[in-house]
């Protein structure tokens, strides 16, 4: 299986914001961004570029794509779905990677980040409506009930990530039960309520060319 080796912090750097890919760290000094807030490399503190429209386009989908911690050929496929779906591409596109069980298990706080949220569910530690699924693409719907499995809920990682979350709510179309280890997903997640800060029309621009 193909997996994306390059380093969480360069990611941030290349797309000049802090994409918390790195959990807590991100929070504190130690974060690549407070200390080295350009971009990566040996001239990237010197490097003038001048952008082009594709050249925006294609930032937008890479952080994107990185944030969610997805392949090229998966988020071309998933884009193609949004596309062929009824409503705005954009946002049904957004809807799709929001709805992966391993971004809700980082939503609902059983993790600090989703490369974490991914090993927990690969590693069989999520059950989706009282079946292990041990996928991490799989895309939960209305009415789904994610719960951290019994024999896994003493994991120090979880109760780690909830202790560094306290006080975040989960966002508005999920539902937490923190004293279950449990979350119900209670409607597709309208834009709104998706706090990823990328211009999605920006990617199907990209896309459409």
Not at 91 to 96: F, N, S, T
Not at 114 to 139: C, M
């Amino acid at each position: 299986m193909a997996v994306d080796q390059d380093a969480r912090c360069r990611r941030c750097r290349r797309a000049s914001m802090k994409l918390f890919l790195k959990g807590a760290r991100c929070y504190t000094d130690k974060c690549a961004m407070e200390r080295r807030a350009y971009a990566p490399g040996e001239h990237g503190k010197s490097r003038r570029i001048k952008e082009t429209n594709y050249g925006v386009q294609l930032r937008e989908k890479q952080k994107a794509r990185r944030m969610y911690g997805i392949l090229e050929r998966q988020f071309r496929n998933y884009f193609e779905k949004a596309a062929e779906s009824k409503g705005v591409t954009g946002e049904v596109l957004l809807q799709m990677l929001e709805r992966r069980l391993d971004n809700v298990t980082f939503r609902l706080g059983f993790a600090v980040n989703r490369n974490q949220a991914r090993q927990l569910v690969r590693h069989g530690h999520i059950t989706v409506n009282g079946r292990k699924v041990d996928i991490p693409s799989f895309l939960v719907k209305p009415g789904d009930e994610v719960v951290v499995r019994e024999k896994s809920r003493k994991l120090t990682l979880i109760a780690n990530s909830l202790e560094a979350r306290k006080g975040q709510t989960a966002p508005a179309w999920l539902e937490l039960s923190p004293e279950r280890l449990a979350g119900r997903v209670l409607s597709i997640p309208t834009r709104e309520s998706i706090p990823t800060p990328v211009n999605e029309q920006l990617i199907v621009e990209l896309y459409s060319k």
